[in-house]
C-alpha cells in the first residue's frame, strides 16, 4: 500500500512562512510528478503547486504564484512546499499527491489523474 505522509501544519500569523513535507513510502514515484492540493473550510479542493519527476518542471496556482515555492528530494522520496507570505485565505488542509503519470510532467498532474492522496496536514494563518 502506497503511503503519502504530510507534515508541517500549524499555526502562523499573516505574514509568516511554514514549510510543509511530504514522504513517500516508495522510490517508486521519483518518476512521476508530485504536487499540492488544499481544502478550505467550505470550499471544494483546489490545485496549489506541482513539480515534475526530476524537478526542472513546476506549476503554480494564480494565487500563490510568488508566495509558495515547490521542491523535491528524490534521494528521500520527498516533496516540500515553502509557504512564505502566508494570507488567512492560505487557510486549508493541505494534501499531498502523486500519480502513475506517463512523462512525469508538472502539467499532467491535476484531481483528475491523482492516484494516491495524503492524509493532508492542516494550515491555520490568523489576521
Known amino acids: 500500500q502506497v503511503q503519502l505522509v504530510e507534515s508541517g501544519g500549524g499555526l502562523v500569523q499573516t505574514g509568516g512562512s511554514l514549510r510543509l513535507s511530504c514522504a513517500a513510502s516508495e522510490r517508486t514515484f521519483a518518476s512521476y510528478p508530485m504536487g499540492w492540493f488544499r481544502q478550505a473550510p467550505g470550499k471544494e479542493r483546489e490545485f496549489v503547486a506541482a513539480?515534475?519527476?526530476?524537478?526542472?518542471?513546476?506549476r503554480y496556482a494564480d494565487s500563490v504564484k510568488g508566495r509558495f515555492a515547490i521542491s523535491r528530494d528524490n534521494a528521500k522520496n520527498t516533496v516540500y512546499l515553502q509557504m512564505n507570505n502566508l494570507k488567512p485565505e492560505d487557510t486549508a488542509v493541505y494534501y499531498c499527491a502523486t500519480g502513475y503519470i506517463s512523462g512525469g510532467s508538472a502539467y499532467a498532474l491535476f484531481e483528475g489523474t491523482v492516484d494516491y492522496w495524503g492524509k493532508g496536514t492542516l494550515v491555520t494563518v490568523s489576521s
Open positions: 513539480i515534475s519527476w526530476s524537478g526542472g518542471g513546476t
